[in-house]
């Protein structure tokens, strides 16, 4: 026969005491246990997906640089008229520039470019005369091909065709650009001669 001590059954009652009398001291003082978090028990028969985000839905106003302004002159840094200075007319919707040389002075048509890829200099032309209102991200738009007309015409490079309401515009835009640029001396040369730099020279140190 074995004599069970007091003390011991004290404890055991102590334990036996049920959960919810269960307190929790901590530094601010008792807090009662918090209950444990009912999972759900129903699964869809399918999977559910989640939208991821798009840019195409977020459509954030363009950020240009506020030295980039409809007559600033640029500097074109990448493309095939790299080097070539043009003329900014404004910032379409979709944050490019629209930038035309003119055509007449060095060859450079009306065309988008990205801000990136320029560097804005100080010179400036008065473009107010100039109308580029109907101007727009959709002017520049390419006609959708169908597959059949990709799969005849193989990796033959094709010959880019300019419509007759591109050169009509070209000439419009120009004529009322080429008074602006002729009203200012030396702004011709500037315009035709072409941007480059030696292994002298720093960039950096420069002013545009």
Not at 34 to 39: I, L, R, V
């Amino acid at each position: 026969f074995r004599q069970t001590d007091s003390t011991t059954n004290s404890k055991r009652e102590t334990f036996k005491m049920a959960p919810a009398q269960l307190k929790v001291i901590g530094i601010a003082g008792p807090k009662k246990a918090s209950p444990a978090a009912s999972t759900s028990k129903y699964y869809p028969a399918d999977d559910v997906k989640t939208p991821l985000p798009s840019r195409k839905s977020k459509k954030n106003p363009p950020k240009v640089r506020a030295s980039i302004t409809p007559g600033t002159v640029l500097i074109l840094l990448a493309g095939r008229f790299r080097g070539k200075r043009v003329v900014a007319l404004k910032v379409l919707e979709s944050g490019l520039v629209l930038v035309s040389g003119p055509y007449k002075v060095n060859g450079v048509p009306l065309r988008r470019v990205s801000p990136t890829y320029v560097i804005a200099t100080s010179t400036k032309v008065d473009v107010s005369s100039v109308d580029v209102s109907s101007f727009n991200d959709a002017y520049f738009g390419r006609a959708a091909s169908t597959e059949e007309e990709e799969f005849f015409a193989g990796d033959a490079p094709k010959a880019a065709i300019v419509s007759d309401q591109r050169k009509a515009d070209q000439k419009t835009v120009d004529a009322a650009l080429m008074k602006a640029v002729d009203a200012v001396p030396m702004l011709k040369a500037y315009l035709n001669a072409k941007f480059s730099l030696t292994n002298n020279d720093k960039p950096p140190n420069m002013k545009f």
